[in-house]
């Protein structure tokens, strides 16, 4: 199931799992974990973006292609979010 959210698309677990290559039950492990957070819906069903996939499989590669453990992983998302709020805050340095 696809539900089309403000133009964007937002996937079921089923077919974020098939887009990402994963068992839906990793996917759940990784909400669990805080690495990655889709939406809900009304009904309480996990929604899932283009971004979502691309973070699932941004996962994906450090665990199997580098052999990142999880907690290794909740590192490196944590330090790419803070490389992301400082590039932003100097951007806006600049723009004042």
């Known amino acids: 199931m696809i539900e089309v959210i ?6 079921t677990i089923r077919v974020a799992a098939q887009l990402a ?4 039950q990793s996917l759940r492990m ?9 939406q809900r819906s009304k009904g309480n069903i996990r929604l899932f973006s283009d971004d979502d ?9 450090l665990v199997d292609d580098l ?3 999880l907690a290794g992983v909740e590192v490196i998302i944590q330090m790419r979010r ?3 709020q400082a590039q932003t805050a100097l951007a806006t340095l600049r723009q004042e």
């Open 6 to 11: 403000s133009a964007e698309r937002r996937y």
């Open 21 to 24: 290559g994963m068992h839906e």
């Open 30 to 38: 990784y909400e669990r974990r805080g690495l990655i957070q889709p």
């Open 82 to 84: 803070q490389l992301i």
């Open 67 to 69: 052999g990142v453990n």
């Open 53 to 61: 996939i691309d973070q699932i499989r941004f996962i994906r590669r």
